[in-house]
């Protein structure tokens, strides 16, 4: 499974990574975020584990971080490396896209 985060855990666990992250913004009346992109995200999570850091933020919970980063369409999946982002895709995307996305970042 994705990470969990919230406002409280961002910095430390996105931002001051020496990984690559990314962030999948979801809110719980999303459908596109539950049926489609929060799946892909949670397989990723498994595939890419220790390489990537990959969490989901709901935004119905956390809007600090949403606001700081622009967020206004769910689901936004963010690509951030070395505190920057680096990539960014909203709405819905297939799996084969965000490894796409994912693959030009991972070093």
């Not at 719980?28 to 799946?39: D, F, L, Q």
């Not at 490396?81 to 970042?105: A, E, F, P, T, Y």
């Amino acid at each position: 499974m994705a990470l969990e985060l919230t406002d409280s855990n961002f910095k430390s666990t996105v931002m001051d990574s020496n990984k690559l992250a990314i962030v999948d913004f979801w809110g719980a009346w999303c459908g596109t975020c539950k049926t489609i992109v929060g799946p892909i995200i949670d397989q990723l999570s498994k595939e890419y584990e220790g390489k990537v850091v990959i969490g989901k933020m709901d935004v119905g919970t956390n809007s600090v971080i949403p606001v700081d980063f622009g967020v206004r369409t769910l689901p936004t999946v963010l690509f951030i490396k070395n505190g920057q982002v680096v990539d960014r895709q909203v709405g819905s995307v297939s799996k084969s896209g965000l490894v796409s996305m994912l693959n030009k970042h991972i070093s």
